[in-house]
């Protein structure tokens, strides 16, 4: 089983909708974020979470609204889903680190359309 | 201003050879760490390599290794004997430790090379 599991993987939806991307990891991280990936371009951090009682928002956070429902669980809101977020999202985990090295692991991504 | 820059867009390279991905960061950040990660084309985010600001020799990780530039703020990924399941897109990215300890987090990423490995 993947360490990092989102949930749906694809989802095509219209405009208007409200949306609600899922995340689950098994890693025991402390940290976790939610970035958007748009075609050609890198990931841009939208939110991210130290704990379950810290939330905190990323560059690109208009729009979106998250939870952290439990050390292991962190979702993705789109209250009202309009075309220009359609995009790869991504969910990630880290640990605390003592220098920085600690590498961030992805999940596969949810890929969604907004028509 | 960006704060990572890769000037690659895309490269074609033959099978067996080395490549060199090319990376640029800016912070005034004294501790910082910087990342490559690659994303075939199924799309998943695959950790490869990590160098600290303050590491004094380049990161290694098998036939990966980071050109470490510090003065030149450069931090360039090398690939030995490239295969053909190294063609993906490939993303410098950079954390400020200052910012993470309680403040800001996140990884900064560039926009990526395309890198096409033929045969």
């Known amino acids: 089983d993947a360490d990092v599991t989102q949930t749906p993987r694809n989802r095509i939806t219209k405009t208007g909708k409200r949306i609600m991307l899922e995340c689950s990891q098994t890693k025991g991280h402390d940290r976790m974020y939610w970035y958007r990936q748009d075609p050609g371009l890198g990931l841009q951090l939208i939110y991210y979470?130290?704990?379950?009682?810290?939330?905190n928002k990323g560059e690109i956070s208009d729009g979106y609204s998250v939870s952290r429902q439990a050390q292991a669980k962190f979702s993705l809101s789109l209250e009202s889903a309009i075309p220009n977020q359609t995009a790869l999202y991504f969910c990630?985990?880290?640990?605390?680190?003592?220098?920085?090295?600690?590498?961030?692991?992805f999940g596969d991504g949810t890929r969604l359309s907004i028509l | 201003a960006q704060k990572i820059t890769q000037t690659q867009p895309g490269m074609f390279v033959q099978e067996k050879e080395a490549v060199t991905l090319d990376c640029t960061y800016d912070?005034?950040?004294?501790?910082?760490?910087l990342f490559w990660y690659k994303q075939p084309s199924s799309g998943e985010m695959i950790f490869l390599i990590y160098?600290?600001?303050?590491?004094?020799q380049n990161a290694t990780e098998g036939r990966y290794s980071l050109n470490f530039q510090k003065a030149r703020k450069s931090a360039n990924l090398v690939i030995s004997a490239s295969q053909l399941g190294d063609s993906a897109m490939y993303f410098c990215a950079m954390r400020e430790n200052s910012n993470s300890g309680g403040g800001a987090d996140g990884l900064t990423f560039g926009k990526g090379t395309h890198l096409i490995i033929q045969p």
């Open positions: 979470s130290f704990d379950v009682k810290d939330i």
């Open positions: 912070t005034s950040d004294p501790s910082y760490g």
């Open positions: 160098q600290g600001s303050y590491d004094q």
């Open positions: 990630a985990t880290s640990d605390l680190f003592p220098g920085g090295g600690q590498p961030q692991h």
